[in-house]
Nanobody, 116 residues
């Protein structure tokens, strides 16, 4: 059993930054991949970024150069540094984890709102 708890969401203005964090707990097994997805109202959930245990990363084209994903394996925590935020980044951001790139576990989500 894995529980994921996100934090760090909030309301910011266009061009500002936020850092999201997600702490995983309750698992007896290694979590190979952790990542972030987001879902805006009326839209499908989309991958934002993911990172493997060894540090291999993948980003959505829409956030490349602006967002950085990182993780602390000892804490089973993943972070998402979001810079140069745009209104189109507004969404609920969900932490995910799994043993492959395909997520198995999900957090409850944290709201990120970027105003213009």
């Amino acid at each position: 059993q894995v529980q994921l708890v996100e934090s760090g969401g909030g309301l910011v203005q266009n061009g500002e930054s936020l850092r999201l964090s997600c702490a995983a707990s309750g698992s007896r097994y290694s979590i190979n991949v952790m990542g972030w997805y987001r879902q805006a109202p009326g839209k499908q959930r989309e991958l934002v970024a993911r990172i493997s245990r060894t540090g291999n990363t993948a980003y959505a084209d829409s956030v490349k150069g602006r967002f950085t994903i990182s993780r602390d394996n000892a804490k089973n925590t993943v972070y998402l540094q979001m810079n140069s935020l745009k209104p189109e980044d507004t969404a609920v951001y969900y932490c995910s984890s799994g043993f492959t790139a395909d997520p198995v576990y999900w957090g409850q989500g944290t709201q990120v709102t970027v105003s213009s």
